[in-house]
């Protein structure tokens, strides 16, 4: 299994418009953050997860023009709002693409991109995604993925489970399911947004002390905002954990 870090900025971005602070200002390309998405490389599957604002770069950047499945976390606009851009993929492809989603993620979608989620129509001149809502474990191919609830602010979000690996976003809260959920993990991308404390998402803190519950041998911090240095966090961050960058590769046996 092969994982591309697509993304790993918080819903504004880094650098985030009208700041001038040293990390928005940095000239390290680590501290350039694209919107959170990751793309997930199977034996036999190509899995993106989430469809943020900077998908289309995201794709030309990672050479992506092949999607099997298109996992969505959850329908805030920062994961959801570039779905105009899977259109070339269909275009790309000739086919639609499936996509999985809590059927309560997948009303809010149709909200606003209802047009995306009709696989019956043709016309590949608009994203065609054939909408597949999971209750439970699901595969995509030979791999089994397996959704994770979690805490979000006033709402909830899905990581999601492939054998050995784990993707946990946009997270604040997590209970004893998901805790078991996460038992065994090897390699774990996780939300720190920042360092002091946030209404809907975890700081470092709180997400070292869940990693040292879990204890994947490599842990890896994602959705990191303008706050966050790259050099500076890398620097402080114990043995086996540090911070994403966008077009950062993971491999996995």
């Not at 390309?29 to 998908?55: A, H, N, Q, Y």
């Not at 790309?92 to 979608?109: C, G, K, T």
């Amino acid at each position: 299994m092969k994982v591309t870090v697509l993304g790993c900025g918080t819903s504004a971005g880094v650098p985030m418009i009208g700041c001038h602070c040293a990390v928005c200002r940095s000239t390290d390309p680590r501290d350039k953050r694209l919107r959170c998405s990751i793309f997930v490389e199977t034996e036999d599957r190509k899995i993106l997860v989430d469809t943020g604002p900077d998908l289309r770069a995201q794709c030309l950047a990672a050479g992506i023009d092949w999607v099997d499945a298109i996992l969505f976390t959850h329908a805030h606009a920062d994961h959801i709002h570039g779905i105009d851009d899977v259109r070339s993929l269909n275009w790309a492809m000739e086919r639609m693409i499936d996509a999985y989603a809590d059927a309560d993620v997948f009303d809010r979608i149709r909200t606003r991109f209802d047009y995306a989620l009709h696989p019956d129509t043709v016309g590949f001149w608009r994203p065609v995604l054939n909408p597949i809502a999971f209750d439970g474990p699901f595969r995509v191919g030979e791999q089994e993925v397996v959704p994770i609830l979690q805490g979000h602010g006033k709402g909830v979000s899905w990581g999601f489970r492939f054998g050995a690996f784990a993707y946990s976003p946009d997270v604040d809260a997590l209970d004893e399911a998901a805790f078991a959920a996460l038992a065994g993990i090897e390699v774990w991308i996780v939300d720190a947004l920042r360092e002091r404390p946030h209404p809907s998402h975890s700081h470092l803190e709180q997400t070292l002390a869940w990693i040292e519950r879990v204890r994947p041998k490599r842990a890896i911090l994602t959705h990191t905002n303008h706050e966050v240095a790259y050099a500076d966090w890398q620097a402080r961050l114990p043995a086996g954990v540090e911070l994403a960058h966008d077009g950062m590769v993971i491999e996995l046996p």
